[in-house]
């Protein structure tokens, strides 16, 4: 079946420091992926997403490549702020004959220290 | 331009208590999703439904949950005789028809179901 695998949190950084959350997808069929965005207390927001191969998808400094040859779709921040701290989810969404439901990884903890 | 919205925020229910959440899609959605999000795990997928009708409730536990989208009114996801295992943050998603998915879903903010 469809899934998502995101290397395991909580990940901690200083301000200013390069952030990379790897995430890796199986899929039977041409997935589009999404990366989403949980803060404390909060609902999930979309933070970026792409469609087909070597698509790049970015927003808010944020950026991810959908790699097909690798399967692989990470998440990728030249320097964090304290204000990025939050839950990342990689998600992918594969349409069938009864839609599409969107499969989330495990989600993975961002904490950026000051 | 509302978004989805989730009502009630919390809720707080005895074992063995009914508990109905509620999810309004953005205007103009006639896709809803309902998630779970178990303590210090990732969103799972719960039932998948379009007006007045269910399209994959392949995450659904077989027993004491349903769901519904009338034709009229919000989608309603109902636990019947609740336990302490089903205390879980309860997120709604729409999206505007399935051809769409490059846009992803709007989440609501979620219910947290609270069982005592």
């Known amino acids: 079946g469809d899934s998502v695998t995101q290397m395991e949190g909580p990940v901690t950084l200083s301000e200013e420091a390069f952030l990379t959350i790897n995430c890796t997808y199986t899929?039977?069929?041409?997935?589009?992926l999404f990366w989403y965005v949980q803060y404390p207390g909060e609902g999930l927001q979309l933070l970026l997403k792409a469609t087909k191969a070597d698509d790049k998808g970015s927003n808010k400094g944020f950026e991810a490549t959908y790699r097909k040859e690798t399967t692989s779709f990470h998440l990728e921040k030249g320097s964090v702020q304290v204000s990025d701290s939050a839950v990342y989810f990689c998600?992918?969404?594969?349409?069938?004959?009864?839609?599409?439901?969107?499969?989330f990884g495990q989600g993975t903890e961002l904490s950026v220290k000051p | 331009n509302a978004g989805v919205m989730q009502n009630p925020r919390h809720l707080v229910r005895r074992r063995g208590q009914e508990a109905r959440l509620r999810c309004s899609p953005m205007k103009g959605h006639s896709h809803v999703y309902w998630y779970r999000q178990l303590p210090e795990e990732g969103l799972k997928f719960m039932v998948y439904l379009q007006k007045e009708n269910i399209i994959d409730e392949s995450g659904m536990p077989k027993e004491r949950f349903s769901a519904e989208f009338p034709k009229e009114g919000p989608s309603i996801l109902r636990i019947q005789q609740v336990v302490r295992g089903d205390s879980a943050a309860y997120f709604c998603?729409?999206?505007?028809?399935?051809?769409?998915?490059?846009?992803?879903?709007?989440f609501g903010s979620g219910t947290r179901l609270t069982v005592v």
């Open positions: 998603a729409s999206s505007l028809r399935e051809g769409r998915v490059d846009y992803g879903y709007t």
């Open positions: 998600a992918l969404i594969v349409l069938r004959n009864q839609g599409g439901k969107l499969i």
């Open positions: 899929a039977t069929g041409y997935p589009s």
